[in-house]
């Protein structure tokens, strides 16, 4: 059992060793007990501080003996993370405590969150009410605009990234966006021109053709995540190339036809942050956050008052635009969902003879893999 938020939608690369197992105990000080996540570079543990008497959360990347560029790039990558997330102090983001390195593993300390992800407050409870959407979505784009403003694009903004802390006696808990794994910075010297690096189904158009992104890549992100709040359901859907051709020319069903009783102003919204062209979605992440809460909110919070983010918990919105009722507090365990995400880093030229087979597990949850064209389209 762990008290930590379950892995709910881990990102993988393609191409990597599986992690080791790793030390007991790290730099001398972080003992590790549960693993409580495991993805794209590595492990995540729950941990006991010795030195600070508490919990915090470590995630882990093994270090390999004679790295190959993948290797050498993903824990440089690591790296790159722990110093863009530690130049964001933001209540919103995810607090990182401690970076290191030895021989064997890189490593990063930060806050522990009791709760849940995003991804498994919405498989466990479906969408929730709508002020709950308002709220979860303001603080989102709250961290965004901060990582905007201090020039990092986060580039995986999806619901398994977003980490829910319990602590409300309803709702979804308070909001940390975590998992600046493959970040983007200014000076980012590990950016090669034509690399893709995201999770397919919420990535934009921009990022999927392997072209420059910008923070608007990000918003077109936290559109996917307010059309999964809102439906239950992701725009665009499915394996490549199908995936692709969607996301490139596709307009997505607008939400208010997928679940009765929306507001009419959120398909304008959604259409908007899932524009095509960069130039064409807001302008930045309080822009959008703004048109949420108008959209969202009942007259006069969404015009004269719009909560600050993270401002605890929302009132509860009554009447048939409310959705279902907030869902019962899971308890500690809570079941660990298996949807797929896929961090891809291959060159753009390779695109046309790669794809992406959706494949589905023994448990019926779907998993994505990096693949050549014909090599596992079962
Ligand atoms: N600070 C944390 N507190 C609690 N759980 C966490 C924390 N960070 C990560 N996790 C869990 O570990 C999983 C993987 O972590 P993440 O940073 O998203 O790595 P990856 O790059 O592997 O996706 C998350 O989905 C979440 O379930
Ligand atoms: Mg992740």
Same mark, same amino acid.
Request: hydrophobic share 45%; charged share 20%; glycine share 10%.
């Given at each position: ?108 300390? /930060? ?176 822009? /959008? ?90």
């Amino acid at each position: 059992m762990t008290p930590a938020v379950p892995d709910a939608e881990a990102t993988l690369v393609a191409g990597l060793p599986a992690p080791g197992a790793v030390p007991e105990i790290i730099s001398g000080r972080y003992e590790l007990r549960d693993s409580i996540g495991r993805g794209a570079f590595g492990e995540v543990f729950e941990a006991h501080d010795r030195v600070l008497g508490r919990l915090v959360a470590v995630k882990t990347v093994p270090v390999a003996r004679n790295p190959g560029p993948e290797r050498r790039e993903s824990v440089r990558r690591f790296q790159l993370e722990a110093r863009a997330v530690s130049r964001l102090t933001h209540p919103n983001i995810i607090t990182v405590h401690d970076f290191g390195q030895d021989e064997h593993f890189a490593w990063i300390v /930060m806050e522990l969150v009791i709760g849940e992800t995003l991804a498994a407050a919405l498989r466990r409870a479906g969408p929730p009410p709508l002020a709950e959407t308002a709220r979860v979505m303001s603080a989102l784009l709250s961290a965004l605009h901060a990582a905007h403003e201090r020039g990092i694009v986060h580039r995986d903004v999806k619901p398994s990234n977003v980490l829910l802390e319990m602590g409300l006696e309803e709702g979804l808990g308070e909001v940390r966006l975590s998992d600046f794994g493959i970040a983007h910075t200014e000076a980012d010297e590990l950016t090669v021109a034509g690399q893709i690096l995201g999770t397919p189904s919420v990535m934009a158009p921009e990022q999927l053709r392997g072209e420059a992104v910008d923070r608007r890549t990000d918003l077109w992100a936290a559109g996917v995540v307010f059309y999964e709040m809102l439906t239950g359901e992701r725009p665009f859907k499915g394996a490549m190339p199908g995936l692709f051709h969607g996301i490139q020319h596709a307009d997505p069903t607008p939400p208010t036809r997928l679940r009765a009783g929306l507001p009419a102003a959120v398909d304008a919204v959604v259409a908007r942050a899932l524009a095509k062209a960069q130039a064409d979605r807001f302008a930045d992440a309080e822009a /959008m956050a703004a048109a949420i809460r108008a959209a969202l909110l009942p007259e006069p919070a969404g015009r004269d008052a719009p909560p600050a983010p993270a401002a605890g918990p929302a009132p509860p919105v009554a009447g048939p635009a409310a959705g279902p009722p907030p869902p019962s507090r899971p308890g500690r365990a809570l079941a660990i969902g298996l949807a797929g995400g896929l961090v891809l880093g291959f060159a753009a030229g390779q695109l046309a003879d790669r794809a992406l087979v959706a494949i589905a597990d023994a448990g019926g949850a779907a998993r994505e893999w990096l693949c050549r064209t014909g090599e596992a389209g079962r």
